[in-house]
């Protein structure tokens, strides 16, 4: 009970530092780039996982966790996928309206769910995905304005989740199978993730506002935003391998939409962007999906810790019956 007990306050911290850090960035980001015009997102992605890397390296020199040995390609493969993903997000963004992007994003969920029920035999109930369907038409209302298509911008989406969706199954897939923690896997992949983007960065950030991230004056203040924002990425990129982790990677798209309703509520208070009723509506009908996804976690999971004490429990009651000759007990050696 008290392993159980500190397995959910652990996910319930990493659920909240995910929700703080991935608020905060979104909000340095749209002042670094909007208000102080540095666009290049996919470089400064780069320098993100570049000091999340050290910061760990640091952390590991001062026992603050032990590195596990993984499988040398399995790390680079796993790295290179997802800088390939974060790749192809941008481009996504860049060659659709803001429309057609959100609508790639919220994708992501019911393709996560295929794959999970296709290659890993994942049962989603019902109830479940009735949860998800409606927090999805929530953030739809909210989020989604114009919807303009295109042939090149529609092939770069389906990348995009393709690629999203398999880097964050093997991210829980990877920790649970090799039981290692997602601190000692992000150490491991982010030198890969920051090399691939620290590469192509440049060349997808001129390609896509023609612009250069070498030949930009950087000032005192964008430099202290940079700063800020690699700082908090590093809160931002610990939290998400915590909490695919310990949840799903469903679990974690669900968490990122409820930082999508809660960016469009901050930046209305704080940064005066437009908000409209279908916004309000939009972001209720979200919440009530997200209420609802909870709730059914929550009693799917009770109801399954009930049965494995049962089981427990119906081992524990037969077990002397397998007893041999004289009385003696057999020793079980069968594996569960």
């Keep these: 009970m008290g392993e159980m007990t500190s397995f959910q306050l652990g996910v319930v911290g990493a ?3 995910s929700v703080a850090s991935s608020v905060s960035i979104v909000i340095c980001n749209k002042a670094l780039m909007s208000n102080l015009g540095f666009p290049f997102a996919t470089t400064l ?3 993100h996982l570049m000091v999340t890397y050290c910061t760990l390296h640091v952390a590991l020199k001062f026992n603050f966790f032990e590195n596990k040995p993984i499988d040398m390609k399995t790390v680079m493969l796993f790295g290179i996928l997802n800088g390939v993903s974060i790749g192809f997000l941008n481009l996504s963004l860049g060659f659709n309206s803001i429309g057609f992007y959100q609508m790639t994003k919220l994708a992501i969920i019911p393709f996560t769910v295929l794959l999970e029920t296709l290659f890993l035999k994942k049962q989603f109930s019902k109830n479940i995905k009735f949860a998800l369907f409606i927090l999805l038409i929530g953030v739809g209302i909210a989020s989604i ?3 303009q298509l295109n042939f090149v911008g529609t092939i770069l989406s389906l990348l995009a989740i393709v690629t999203t969706c398999v880097g964050q199954i093997l991210t829980n897939t990877i920790q649970k199978r090799l039981n290692i923690s997602s601190t000692q896997l992000l150490y491991q992949s982010a030198p890969f993730q920051a090399a691939i983007l ?11 506002t023609k612009q250069n991230v070498f030949a930009y004056k950087y000032s005192p203040i964008v430099v202290g935003f940079i700063v800020l924002s690699c700082l908090i990425a590093v809160s931002v990129n610990f939290s998400t391998f915590l909490v695919i982790g310990k949840t799903s990677p469903v679990t974690y798209q ?7 309703c809660l960016v469009l509520g ?6 005066h962007d437009p908000f409209t009723s279908r916004n309000i509506i939009g972001i209720l009908v979200a919440i009530v999906g997200m209420g609802l996804y909870s709730y059914f976690c929550v009693n799917e999971t009770k109801r399954k810790q009930v049965g494995d004490m049962a089981q427990v429990k119906e081992r524990d009651t037969t077990a002397p019956l397998l007893s041999g000759k004289n009385g003696q007990v057999k020793e079980n050696n069968s594996i569960v």
Aim: hydrophobic share 50%; aromatic share 18%; glycine share 10%.
């Design 15 to 17: 659920l909240f530092l």
């Design 45 to 47: 992605t780069s320098w």
């Design 145 to 147: 304005t114009d919807l």
């Design 198 to 208: 620290f590469v192509t960065g440049p060349v997808v950030d001129q390609f896509l």
């Design 254 to 260: 669900v968490l990122g939409h409820l930082k999508t």
């Design 266 to 271: 901050f930046g209305y208070t704080l940064l």
